[in-house]
């Protein structure tokens, strides 16, 4: 078995590799142009893989493209003229951090700006606003929404709190903690009946919604450090119990992520998700190429990028 899978991450590094743009970047498909998210994973991803191998510069070019992409307030967008992303923005201050952190920087060298990052997003909130007959959830609490001026949701939530707890210097500031506690609030608050996030409310005009695998696997990450809040146990139970669901190269490797970094069994999803990727090869999305592959990849790395 321990053969089969070195196979497969071999075939899926040698993927990833070969789809990278010539500006250091990755696009959600080969050729198309470079985007945040897909970048993000495969530096995730290849930081581990590549452990060993000859520096190719691949760290340098993949930062100057996002100094490139960084705004005037802090955030990145890699789209000009495009709202900036915040659950993307926090997926990169994750990838960003360790490379910034290990990295002897030339004078001169372009970089960007990681405390300019966290502030940004530090300073984003969803829409607040009052009680509605239509849910039953406290809107008051904002997380993060996908751009400014819009509704908290639970994806971006989840990413920009993980990532200002990962990016912040100990001991965490207050209004950091504070804005973090808050996020916490609001992932407990959408928290389905049954257990799981949906994407954004639990429940609707008196109905309660579906959990999906791949938002509870990220409110999972986020809440991690709270392993006994009776919302997470009741997310990770959900989550146990209904992973085979969504049998996807998005949410099988997410779902072998936040299993693992609670130290749940994850045997069967990663037997799944090799099925899965022996059955149809590399997904064309390269997104969730590098994503299962930095999910294959965890008993070298142990998530170190995504645990607390």
Known sequence: MAEVADTLQTQLADAVRSSANGDGGWGYLSGKATRLEPTCWALLALTVADRGRADDGRDESALALFAAWQGESGLLSDTPGAFPNFAFNGLAAIAIHPMMSTRHWEPGQSKPGLEALRSAIQAGAGVRFGRSWVSRQDNELAGWPWHDGTSSWVEPTAWCALALKKTAPAPIEASAAARVAEAERMLADRCCH????????????????????????????????????????????????????????????????????????????????????????????????????????????????LSL
């Open 194 to 305: 049954e257990g799981g996030w949906n994407y954004g409310n639990s429940n609707m005009l008196g109905k309660e919604l579906l959990p999906y695998v791949p938002t509870s696997a990220l409110a999972l990450l986020a809440l991690q450090d709270h392993p006994a809040q009776p919302e997470v146990v009741r997310g990770l139970s959900w989550l146990a119990a209904n992973w085979r669901r969504e049998s996807s190269t998005l949410a099988l490797p997410l779902a072998l992520i936040a299993m693992s970094v609670y130290r749940e069994s994850t045997d069967e999803i990663e037997r799944s998700l090799r099925a899965c990727l022996a059955a149809a090869g590399p997904p064309d999305n390269l997104a969730a190429r590098a994503l299962a592959l930095y999910a294959l990849t965890g008993r070298r790395h142990g998530y170190a990028a």
